[in-house]
T-cell receptor, first 116, second 112 residues
Framework: EAGVVQSPRYKIIEKKQPVAFWCNPI?????LYWYRQNLGQGPELLIR????????DSQLPKDRFSAERLKGVDSTLKIQPAELGDSAVYLC??????????????FGPGTRLLVL | GNSVTQMEGPVTLSEEAFLTINCTYT??????LFWYVQYPGEGLQLLLK?????DKGSNKGFEATYRKETTSFHLEKGSVQVSDSAVYFC???????????FGDGTTLTVKP
């Protein structure tokens, strides 16, 4: 079974440019997460989806970041415009959550973003 | 809010040495606890987990026991190998599901 797929794996852009990341979760997983991992730190949640609904976006910088999961499957995370401080690894994860059941989150390989 | 504190690295060991990476947490309720491993250039992989107090998670020779009384989930391995060189992250998920909260990671280097 395929794991969480992310693209691109690497992206280098100049500041003020837009950038988008794509994630395809594990088939059947209803919950999708976007995390940001700064160098030397653990991942921090940006946004969590349950199916199509964003149920936790409290840490998403909404002035420049946006995300969508229109059909409740794959998802796109966008930054516009990018700033130097956005350089990080952007991780997507997915899990199957149900009533009273908490399952393991599976992570993709991440997209490493460098803003120059 | 929830938080995870990990032993600072880097940790350098010789092959076959004993490994301990300390992890303590702060959380309300009854979180699930996890250790993830990140090899160079790769994503996070679940190493082991424990979902309730006194549970022991184990995988690939690694073990960790959920200690509610000390709010700890220390990672141990009796004999490390060069291939264990990686960054190890301790994490928790609250009892109401949702996001994972991670520690800052501990870099382990095992020398032949």
């Amino acid at each position: 079974e395929a794991g969480v797929v992310q693209s691109p794996r690497y992206k280098i852009i100049e500041k003020k440019q837009p950038v988008a990341f794509w994630c395809n979760p594990i088939s059947g997983h209803n919950t999708l997460y976007w995390y940001r991992q700064n160098l030397g730190q653990g991942p921090e949640l940006l946004i969590r989806y349950e199916n199509e609904e964003a149920v936790d976006d409290s840490q998403l910088p909404k002035d420049r970041f946006s995300a969508e999961r229109l059909k409740g499957v794959d998802s796109t995370l966008k930054i516009q415009p990018a700033e130097l401080g956005d350089s990080a690894v952007y991780l997507c994860a997915s899990s199957l959550e149900g009533r009273g059941i908490q399952e393991t989150q599976y992570f993709g390989p991440g997209t490493r973003l460098l803003v120059l | 809010g929830n938080s995870v504190t990990q032993m600072e690295g880097p940790v350098t060991l010789s092959e076959e040495a004993f490994l301990t990476i300390n992890c303590t947490y702060t959380a309300t309720g009854y979180p699930s606890l996890f250790w993830y491993v990140q090899y160079p250039g790769e994503g996070l992989q679940l190493l082991l987990k424990a979902t309730k107090a006194d549970d022991k998670g184990s995988n690939k020779g690694f073990e960790a026991t959920y200690r509610k009384e000390t709010t700890s989930f220390h990672l141990e391995k009796g004999s490390v190998q060069v291939s264990d060189s990686a960054v190890y992250f301790c994490a928790l998920r609250g009892s109401n599901a949702g996001k994972s909260t991670f520690g800052d990671g501990t870099t382990l280097t095992v020398k032949p």
